[in-house]
């Protein structure tokens, strides 16, 4: 758990190539929080749905999903970022968690 | 809340099943894939048909292996969904009772392009009878080679089927376990793990496919 109180809940590859991280922020995502981060090209926020699905595309980086209101993320990060996959999925909840 | 199924195809059909620069289509905490139905089915039946020609033996080891490969797609497809997000957002606000996982993964079935599945009878923990319309692996053997002299095709369904039942009711893949080697050995090389049959298959007259899957 980090200072911030993320947690590393998940990690594995997936095919080699893509990996994804899934991390338990210490409070449940706030529709606000997504705003945070950075270099997003396509933000979906499914509100017609039982639960708000989200999902934020930062090509070259990650595609991150989840829930508003539920507190686990999922990072799938992108082959050319693979090596820094953990680094980026905690940096990034920890700005989200931050606000 | 009752599982809709109409509602879950609508959920799923919304989502964004996109490639990316990578060239893969990440979704439900896995990868999907566009793939050619025609291929897949050519290349089983191609199969089929060859051992077929060798004898009983070889041609019954094939179906076995088919329908295993729907066991390996029902295992890391359909176990990933009822893990992911997209599930706990559209699907699981619907479940109540663990028979609504079973009508919940089919109702995502219907969204996939597989035809159209329908629970005909559902026993929890004892028995599953489901029938597909459409079902893409009949429609490809017509297509290829008419009617059949005997027994079915929809090999994958069959695998599929099974595999639904073994991780709802003999793995508890309502506990989120790994999806891993150990775990896959437990629903399918178990005494007790569930086998699928086709009863009914259009390739074979059947107006549709009907697969059961028991325990064995």
């Given amino acids: 758990m980090t200072a911030l109180g993320v947690t590393l809940l998940v990690q594995r590859d997936c095919l080699g190539g893509e990996r994804v991280v899934e991390l338990q922020l210490p409070r449940p995502v706030r529709l606000e929080d997504l705003d945070v981060v950075e270099g997003v090209v396509h933000r979906e926020v499914l509100t017609s749905l039982p639960r708000p699905f989200f999902r934020l595309d930062v090509p070259g980086r990650f595609l991150l999903t989840g829930i508003v209101s539920d507190p686990r993320l999922r990072f ?19 700005r989200m968690v931050a606000t | 809340m009752a599982v809709n199924n109409d509602a879950i195809v609508q959920a799923v059909s919304g989502l964004r099943l996109v490639g990316n620069e990578d060239g893969l289509i990440p979704a439900f905490g896995l990868y999907l894939t566009r793939h050619y139905a025609s291929y897949y089915n050519r290349i089983s039946f191609a199969s089929l048909h060859a051992a077929e ?11 076995a292996g088919l329908v295993d490969a729907g066991h390996q797609c029902a295992f890391f497809t359909f176990g990933g969904i009822m893990m992911s997000q997209e599930w706990d957002a559209v699907v699981k606000p619907m479940i109540e009772t663990r028979e609504d996982w079973v009508r919940g993964i089919i109702g995502v079935v219907n969204a996939l392009g597989w035809g159209v599945w329908k629970v005909e009878n559902l026993q929890g ?15 490809g053997y017509l297509e290829d080679y008419g009617k059949r002299a005997s027994g079915g095709v929809c090999f994958l369904a069959t695998g599929g089927v ?14 989120r376990p790994a999806l891993d080697d150990g775990y896959y050995k437990r629903l399918f090389a178990d005494a007790g793990s569930f086998t699928g049959t086709e009863v009914a298959c259009r390739a074979h007259g059947a107006e549709r496919c009907e697969i059961v899957a028991r325990r064995g």
């Fill in chain 2, 125 to 139: 923990g004892k028995e599953l009878k489901v029938s597909i319309g459409n079902s893409y692996e009949s429609t």
């Fill in chain 2, 53 to 63: 020609e060798r004898g009983e033996m070889e041609a019954r080891a094939m179906r």
């Fill in chain 1, 76 to 94: 799938t990060v992108r082959m050319a970022a693979r090596e820094r996959a953990v680094e980026l999925a905690l940096e990034t909840a920890q």
């Fill in chain 2, 162 to 175: 099974a595999g639904i039942m073994n991780l709802i009711y003999h793995g508890d893949v309502t506990t």
